[in-house]
């Protein structure tokens, strides 16, 4: 990065003892989840022990209406497009966003969303979408809609695997993600796409796991990176200002809140995270 450039980006070094600076990956991070600091910290915590040098760089778009103690934050310390624009990325993950109920052309940053998918063809050699990030991505490179779900897919679920693929490797035939949505996509529709592949499924939810056929592109539409704890923080919350919410599937022991999170998750997180890493 330039001086002026440096001054605005946050970035994280990852050093793994042994490792020269040329096996470092240099990842940027599009977080367009409004608790901020809880993301970063779980995109970080997912590069626990991965065997190369890792170099963050958080961005975040412009356009967006963001709170003023929110913006403050971000305008020292997270890069813009316009200041990172010449640059080149080993890869670039954009997190998820709670704007799934709302039309993507109604999302105020989705001329900016756009731009940036458009950018990362040149100068990022691989990105990986998160949750509503994927959906919009499916849609804006490849047309396919989402769609409203009447209850919302809150918890974990079991995906079964469709394909299998280097990113699934180490894994079994079945394996559970967090989800947190009121939308979905249509397994048929990523089926019959010429351009992607369907790598895990579950019948209930939709399509998981999506690549599209020369790898540049990953798709998945659940959190990997979700802390033991992120549902539960959810759930209370909106059962604290009275929203109409049902228990996570699958989370709470017993399927009571008062007991411990059942965590069916990290290993597998961590995995097709570490797994994508070295696709790049």
Not at 162 to 186: A, C, I, K, M, V
Not at 231 to 248: M, Q
Request: net charge negative.
């Amino acid at each position: 990065m330039t001086e002026l450039k440096q001054k605005y980006a946050k970035r994280y070094i990852l050093n793994q003892a042994g490792k020269e600076a040329d096996q470092t990956l240099n990842l940027l991070v599009l977080n367009i989840m409004p608790n901020k600091l809880e993301t970063e910290g779980q995109i970080l915590n997912l590069s626990a022990g991965y065997s190369k040098n890792l170099s963050f760089t958080f961005l975040y778009p412009q356009s967006h209406h963001f709170k003023s103690d929110v913006l403050g934050h971000l305008k020292k310390t997270y890069a813009t497009l316009d200041e990172i624009e010449d640059e080149n990325f080993d890869a670039l993950i954009v997190t998820g966003a709670p704007v799934e109920t709302i039309d993507f052309h109604d999302v105020d940053y989705w001329e900016e969303f756009t731009k940036i998918v458009d950018w990362a063809k040149s100068h990022v050699k691989q990105t990986l979408y998160l949750c509503w990030s994927a959906q919009a991505a499916l849609y804006y490179d490849y047309g396919i809609g989402k769609h409203a779900v009447n209850d919302k897919i809150f918890g974990i679920f079991e995906h079964h695997v469709e394909t299998q693929d280097s990113l699934l490797e180490g894994l079994g035939d079945t394996f559970y993600l967090p989800h947190s949505r009121h939308s979905t996509n249509y397994s048929e529709d990523i089926l019959q796409h010429p351009e992607l592949t369907l790598l895990a499924d579950n019948k209930k939810i939709g399509p998981a796991i999506i690549i599209s056929k020369d790898h540049r592109n990953t798709f998945i539409t659940g959190h990997l990176e979700y802390n033991t704890n992120t549902l539960a923080n959810e759930y209370f919350r909106d059962l604290n200002v009275g929203k109409d919410i049902e228990l996570p599937e699958n989370y709470f022991y017993a399927n009571d809140p008062s007991q411990r999170v059942i965590n069916r998750w990290h290993e597998t997180g961590l995995q097709i995270f570490s797994n994508w890493l070295d696709q790049i």
